[in-house]
């Protein structure tokens, strides 16, 4: 982008890159360079809850997983725990609950890894005012060759053990409603043991890496596009970090409990849905709180936050550290995501070596059964944050009702807040507005790994576009890129 | 289409040729792409000439602004930095007619298809029998 002065005028940028779908957004100033507004809009459109009417329920798990080639091990699982409930299923056996929860885990890892190594660390490791020709992860792979290699083995055995547990590295069938369809042979358990140090060992490097350039440039990045905020997650029965399964618990900006022990069936009671006429995304909040003050933050910060322990050695000593930056607050610095996403991907390479050790794994009690129900709700710690499905079932077995709130959505106002705060702090009274200064209003967007294909539903795709725009709607500069 | 050729090469049981049908290229591909000396991408074609248009591919980092995918030049881009390799790559799209939902392909595109695999058999063993393809 060229500079420009900032007489009254709008920014637009127009796709946000290196997110998953298709995104724009808008900063509005007014005559004294004052932010008068700043959001992102979300121009797709997702129609998988109309899609799903009309089939039949144990097709759920498989087509809900087409809205995303990232994370639909979520959408799968989220769709098969609903389904258990709508076959009347509350408990699994414990080979198919573990043969899911290894899934949950390959997937967690796949995606925490792919985020930071491919989509963030082009901005952490060579800078957020590269070039952005080279600030990619092609320009990762020739600066730091050893890394690239580090990232694309990760992902690889992340995809790996997705495919050893649903059939397919992406869109399998492994969780059916009432278990699973399969469980390991010791030949796959063996395949997957032979890496899962090397996993581990890198998973540790990699939280290792990010804390140094954290603790290193803190004043910069803690105050990165941050504010304050609520905080909604599952947490175990017990407060322990649980990213398969658990009961809701929401905290606020000082982390008092808003609510707690809350059952996914109950969702409606504390969270809803609210709207807005400029973003296809819906923008969610806590009911008691009301829209204004009620929304809320998802994902590993949040999760992080929320969580009393980790029951994992590993990762449970890299949160308490974590949680020292906060000082008995939650952490609230939007770039510190990346450094609870690192503390998971810990967590999830310590559970696939603990249940690559356990028995179950390999057991032949693959599904259990029980009385039909027609309204089911399951919400499971996706990548991205909580995952809610709901869907109602009538004695046709056909869906008639599905809602999906995803985390991106949820993250929505977040992001909006993020974005207010870097044009507050880096565009906000300055003459000039630098291709630099636009990608750290990127690279808060980021930090939530946003899936815009989730939270709508990605058709196509569109050039990037940056426009400077007076308040009267005349283009002042505009650069187009890719 | 991808799927349908990956399938239909794979029946011919080539000594020394591997399939494999994804949903999408990603930075992983690099890895698989690394092992072997000849790798052909196949993708069904919307606009392109009939039956199938076949391009030879250099590494390139073409990305796109969503990079949760990546083109099959940047898949290699990725594979000459990290791996220092970079095998004979070919990109064949063939020309499908209907992109509904719907199962099978048209006929036309299944004819489409048939030479294509005529031409990825003359690639991989050349007019000379030479095989080609072998893993690294």
Sequence with gaps: MKASDTKQKKIVINPVTRIEGHAKVTIRMDDKGKIDAARMHIVEFRGFERFVRGRLYWEAPTIVQRL???CPVSHHLCAAKAMDGIIGVDKLTPTAEKMRRLMHYGQTFQSHALHFFHLSSPDLLLGYDADPAIRNVIGIALKYPDL????????????????????????????VPGGINKSLSNEEIALLKNDIDQMLEWSVQSVDLYKKMYMDDIDRLSNLGSFESNFVSLVRKDGCLDLYDGLLRAKDKDGKIIFDKVRPIDYLKYIREGVRNWSYMKFPFITSLGQEKGWYRVGPLARVNNCDFIDTPIAEKQRQEFMELGKGRPVHSTMAYHWARLIETVHSAEKIKELLDDPDIKGKDLVTAGKRRHESVAIIEAPRGSLFHHYKVDDNDQITMANL??????????????????????????KKVTEPVLNLVEVAIRAYDPCLSCATHAIGQMPLKVKLVDFRGQVIDEKVRG | MGPYLSDEIGKLDLSGVDTDANYQLQIEDADLVSKYDLVIFIDADAEGPEPFNAKRLEPEAKLSYTTHRLGPESVLALCKSVYGVVPESWLIGVRGYSFDVHEGLTEKALSNSKEAVGFIKQLLYGD???KHGNKR
């Design chain 1, 148 to 175: 690239a290699k580090q990232a694309i083995l990760m992902r690889k055995y992340g995809q790996e053990i997705i495919k050893a547990t649903s059939g397919k590295k992406i869109h399998g069938t492994g969780a």
């Design chain 2, 128 to 130: 000379k029998g030479k």
């Design chain 1, 68 to 70: 995303c080639g990232i």
């Design chain 1, 405 to 430: 709130i995803v985390s991106t959505t949820s993250n929505n106002e977040p992001m909006n807040q993020a974005i207010r705060r870097v044009a507050e702090d880096h565009i906000a009274g300055q």
